[in-house]
């Protein structure tokens, strides 16, 4: 087992303040299901970290002073782009497991989200075809 999936339950567990989602989503469209677990909340946050941190290793690679610094930090973007989006899809399988929208997304078309305080969302899909990045982020 890799080192990062030994130590992934540690990072988690020393979370103890929590990135809160700004999306503030209209009430007429959207029905709240309940708010996220801390467990979710945890995985929420350190997906969102994790992004940031990637976002700041670019930023140094572009303004590095030399070829090697501008390796080393492309490398740890990577790296934490990677971690990023297992985090991604793990909060998302999670958030799916907990609310059982396993069913819903299948069969009833329905778009599943996070808004202010921490609230899981979902409402009816709109019709039409939807775009390949909503599927796959299970939107």
Same mark, same amino acid.
């Given at each position: 087992?890799?080192?990062?999936?030994? $130590?992934?339950?540690?990072?988690?567990?020393?979370?103890?303040?929590?990135?809160?989602?700004?999306?503030? /989503?209209?009430?007429? %469209?959207?029905?709240?299901?309940?708010?996220?677990?801390?467990?979710? !909340? !945890? $995985?929420?946050?350190?997906?969102?970290? /994790?992004?940031?941190?990637?976002? +700041?290793?670019?930023?140094?690679?572009?303004?590095?002073?030399? +070829?090697? +610094?501008?390796?080393?930090?492309?490398?740890?973007?990577?790296? $934490?782009?990677?971690?990023?989006?297992?985090?991604?899809?793990?909060?998302?399988?999670?958030?799916?497991?907990?609310?059982? /929208?396993?069913?819903?997304?299948?069969?009833?078309?329905?778009?599943?989200?996070?808004? %202010?305080?921490? !609230?899981?969302?979902?409402?009816?899909?709109?019709?039409?075809?939807?775009?390949?990045?909503?599927? $796959?982020?299970?939107?």
């Amino acid at each position: 087992m890799s080192t990062w999936l030994k $130590l992934l339950p540690l990072e988690l567990s020393e979370i103890t303040e929590y990135v809160e989602p700004q999306t503030e /989503l209209d009430p007429q %469209k959207f029905h709240v299901l309940g708010e996220m677990t801390e467990d979710l !909340k !945890k $995985l929420y946050t350190l997906w969102f970290t /994790l992004a940031k941190q990637k976002d +700041e290793y670019l930023l140094a690679a572009r303004y590095a002073k030399d +070829e090697k +610094e501008e390796k080393l930090n492309l490398t740890r973007a990577i790296e $934490l782009g990677e971690k990023t989006e297992v985090v991604k899809q793990i909060f998302w399988i999670s958030l799916r497991d907990e609310f059982n /929208l396993w069913n819903k997304l299948v069969i009833d078309e329905v778009m599943i989200g996070v808004s %202010k305080g921490f !609230k899981v969302v979902w409402s009816e899909r709109p019709s039409g075809p939807r775009n390949l990045l909503d599927y $796959l982020r299970g939107l």
